[in-house]
């Protein structure tokens, strides 16, 4: 458990930051408020008596100094992460503290592990990037799927999503990474990421039911395919969205999240389905769940608590799959999510 360590969370007020934040709480650490939006961080705090909220900008270094002064570990939230995630992991670096983040921009996930892999490694810190819904739960269920395998062939990563009302953060993010991509679609095939300017098929996948089998936007590409072949031997990495999500997180006028539940939570359901194959052999992983966004925080979280409680399996930039035991990691979660292995 959290025992009071505190850990700054940066964009602490918005949609994933209140359930991060909630969550530390519930975990028994301290969160300390952090973001640009000196009004909407004070709100928070007003909201949450008795935490420290510390205004800072990626622009001002010694504003983010500030923040995570005698904080344990820091949570970046705050996207778009092409912007946001250099800064504050510099940040943290001079703090000697450990940096996660729940990006789901690809670009952006590159991006920490091309500029910071090696003084990471140098300093033996700690950063884990996409350690959220996207990136870091398909990574882990990848990698507790392989099990004793060093090595496959493919990998397929399927989101069975009831649909997709996606947060003005998810908007921006997914601008940023557009503009970066010039418009093109990524996959990563051959053992590296393509960029292509054809539109992506839809074809169908069968997935456990009840859900059973639906059509799917083939290579609807996630931030997995950077974090399962940062430590994979999979040449093949290949995400899927279910149609009807994919038309609502594309649709201008898809309407906001409505929560339906005490904890926040919206009405939307998730089913990540994880195939990897080898020769003519064949293991699956399933997670099931309620909310995206949610459930984000308490793999953020449980991430953080392993960290610093000395669970990992190295340091310097890691994705979730590699730093953390995934079978393990997934069944702390269970209240949060529902898990089948079929090794």
Same mark, same amino acid.
């Given at each position: 458990m959290g025992t009071g360590h505190k850990v700054a969370v940066f964009g602490a007020y918005g949609h994933t930051g209140r359930f991060v934040v909630a969550q530390l709480l519930d975990r028994g650490f301290?969160?300390?408020?952090?973001?640009?939006? &000196? @009004?909407?961080?004070? =709100?928070? /705090? =007003?909201?949450?008596?008795?935490? @420290?909220?510390?205004?800072?900008? !990626?622009?001002?270094? =010694?504003?983010?100094?500030?923040?995570?002064?005698? +904080?344990?570990?820091?949570?970046?939230?705050?996207?778009?992460? /092409? *912007?946001?995630?250099?800064? $504050?992991?510099?940040? +943290?670096?001079? +703090?000697?503290?450990?940096?996660?983040?729940?990006?789901? #921009?690809? #670009?952006?996930? !590159?991006?920490?592990? &091309?500029?910071? &892999?090696?003084?990471?490694? /140098? +300093?033996?810190?700690?950063? $884990?990037p996409a350690m959220a819904f996207y990136g870091g739960l398909g990574d882990l269920l990848a990698t507790a799927a392989m099990g004793d395998w060093t090595a496959a062939d493919e990998a397929h990563i399927a989101y069975g999503l009831s649909s997709w009302h996606p947060t003005a953060g998810t908007r921006a993010a997914g601008a940023v990474s557009r503009e970066r991509r010039g418009g093109r679609r990524v996959r990563y095939a051959n053992g590296r990421l393509e960029y292509r300017? @054809?539109?992506p098929s839809t074809?169908?996948?069968?997935?456990?039911?009840?859900?059973? &089998?639906? /059509?799917?936007?083939? #290579?609807?590409?996630?931030?997995?395919?950077?974090?399962?072949?940062?430590?994979?031997?999979?040449?093949? $990495?290949? *995400?899927?969205?279910?149609?009807?999500?994919?038309?609502?997180?594309s649709a201008p006028d898809t309407p906001t999240l409505t929560a339906v539940d005490e904890h926040g939570r919206s009405d939307q359901t998730f089913l990540v389905d994880v195939v990897v194959r080898s020769g003519g052999a064949e293991r699956r992983a399933v997670a099931r769940g309620q909310d995206i966004y949610a459930v984000t925080a308490p793999l953020v979280v449980e991430a953080v608590d392993r960290i610093l409680t000395g669970r990992t399996r190295t340091a310097g930039v890691a994705s979730a799959g590699e730093i953390f035991d995934a079978p393990d990691f997934l069944r702390a979660l269970s209240s949060h999510i529902s898990l089948e292995l079929h090794a």
């Open positions: 301290l969160p300390v408020l952090s973001g640009r939006d &000196t @009004d909407k961080l004070q =709100a928070l /705090a =007003a909201s949450r008596p008795g935490l @420290d909220a510390r205004p800072a900008s !990626v622009g001002d270094p =010694a504003s983010l100094d500030r923040a995570l002064a005698g +904080a344990a570990a820091v949570i970046n939230c705050a996207g778009p992460f /092409a *912007t946001t995630a250099a800064p $504050v992991i510099e940040a +943290a670096l001079r +703090a000697g503290i450990p940096y996660v983040d729940v990006a789901a #921009e690809i #670009e952006a996930n !590159v991006d920490t592990f &091309t500029h910071f &892999t090696d003084r990471a490694r /140098a +300093a033996g810190a700690v950063i $884990v300017h @054809d539109d074809v169908e996948w069968h997935f456990p039911d009840p859900m059973g &089998t639906r /059509a799917v936007i083939g #290579e609807f590409t996630m931030a997995d395919v950077v974090t399962v072949p940062s430590h994979l031997s999979i040449p093949e $990495v290949r *995400t899927y969205m279910t149609v009807e999500a994919a038309r609502d997180v």
